[in-house]
Antibody, heavy 121, light 106 residues
Framework: QVQLVESGGGVVQPGRSLRLSCAVSGFTFSSHGMHWVRQAPGKGLEWMAV????????YYAGSVEGRFTISRDNSRNTVYLQMNSLRPEDTAMYYC??????????????WGQGTLVTVSS | DIQMTQSPSTLSASVGDSVIITCRAS??????LAWYQQKPGKAPKLLIYKASSLGSGVPSRFSGSGSGTEFTLTISSLQPDDFAIYYC????????FGQGTKVEIK
């Protein structure tokens, strides 16, 4: 069955960096775009970033562009989110999400369980 | 950026009721609209995509309709398992979620 397992969350000081990983299984990873979505405590969902099935493009939400970088390793079935210059407002649960299909604009059909990032001094 | 606005923010209903949640887009998104259900402490789950197509394994009491800028999610005969938060999402231009609608027990 499809599984997405995030890791790498934790408590980090403002201005520092953190890298999240998402290991997937149960499907052909190289056939799907992948996203990161976050949810601040008690708040709604916010799309963060997408990477194409082959890594050929990445797009970001304005709130993280220039600070966050999404990447993938299709040989390891893993997608990453490098988060730099973290701010307290980046505190959230971060979900790894599969795009329904290869490319273009598609909905999100599978979600990981999330990894919590807390930015605090 | 495309903004998504859901109404109501909270909805109180009883088991067996039929409920409707509305989602409006700030510009036309054709039928590129999805609905997700999120329960406390869990990741969201895809319910509806392409405005009216049922997700895998989703009960038929869930239905979606609309196109352009106005969309609805209908839950007919609300079940105890349906009390949750529901989000709409546009995927016409990037991806944007509505603010969520909490369906609570009356």
């Amino acid at each position: 069955q499809v599984q997405l397992v995030e890791s790498g969350g934790g408590v980090v000081q403002p201005g520092r960096s953190l890298r999240l990983s998402c290991a997937v299984s149960g499907f052909t990873f190289s056939s799907h775009g992948m996203h990161w979505v976050r949810q601040a405590p008690g708040k709604g969902l916010e799309w963060m970033a997408v990477i194409a099935f082959d890594g050929s493009y990445q797009y970001y939400a304005g709130s993280v562009e220039g600070r966050f970088t999404i990447s993938r390793d299709n040989s390891r079935n893993t997608v990453y989110l490098q988060m730099n210059s973290l701010r307290p407002e980046d505190t959230a649960m971060y979900y790894c999400v599969r795009s329904e299909g290869v490319g273009g604009y598609r909905p999100f059909d599978y979600w990981g369980q999330g990894t919590l990032v807390t930015v605090s001094s | 950026d495309i903004q998504m606005t859901q109404s109501p923010s909270t909805l109180s209903a009883s088991v067996g009721d039929s409920v409707i949640i509305t989602c409006r887009a700030s510009q036309s998104i054709s039928s590129r609209l999805a609905w997700y259900q999120q329960k406390p402490g869990k990741a969201p789950k895809l319910l509806i995509y392409k405005a009216s197509s049922l997700g895998s394994g989703v009960p038929s009491r869930f239905s979606g309709s609309g196109s352009g800028t106005e969309f609805t999610l209908t839950i007919s005969s609300l079940q105890p398992d349906d009390f949750a938060i529901y989000y709409c999402q546009q995927y016409n231009t990037y991806w944007t979620f509505g603010q969520g609608t909490k369906v609570e027990i009356k």
